[in-house]
């Protein structure tokens, strides 16, 4: 087959393959993992309230309900399981935790974002309007001579090493023709 034909089926293929990871992907349950300051809580994802067992690094917890909380995390590392029945789900947690930060959510962003736009469109308009008297005057500090009527300009200076040839002058550049090899 040529590579023309070949390429709608390659692109069907990798649809089609990305469909079925996409769906493999929405049946495993997934832990829910909430940060505040030095505080992880992490929800399990089973059905059940109560009776779940959880362990921390290999430890088992006092906990039996769904979400298990860990306070004051030091954001090291940890392995984290958390069982009920026969099903046990397993989890690496390497959250980040810091105890002086500031928690933002969405419309903050947008709201600071949207106010630096407002700041530099304001700014924009000040130096347009500010700068819109100047066109037509003539700075005193730079050129100092007179500015009348549309003054013709001189003609250029000649530049001798781009001066034509001259009948009588061929052997000066004689030495430039291409030479047989």
Partial sequence: MRLEQCLPLLGLLLCAVGTTAQLDEELEEEFLVEISGTTVTI???VDEDEDI????SGK????KKRKFTIKDHDS???NLSCSFGNTKHQLYLNAKVCATCE???ALIVAGIITA???ITLGVLILVYYFSKGRKGR???AGDSRPRGPKMQRPPPVPNPDYEPIRKGQREVYAGLAPRAI
Wanted: proline share 9%; charged share 20%.
């Fill in 116 to 118: 630096d736009l407002l």
């Fill in 43 to 45: 929800t399990c994802p």
């Fill in 76 to 78: 090291s590392p940890a």
């Fill in 53 to 56: 067992q959880w362990e921390l």
């Fill in 103 to 105: 928690e933002l959510d």
């Fill in 138 to 140: 003539a700075s005193s």
């Fill in 60 to 63: 088992t917890q006092d906990t």
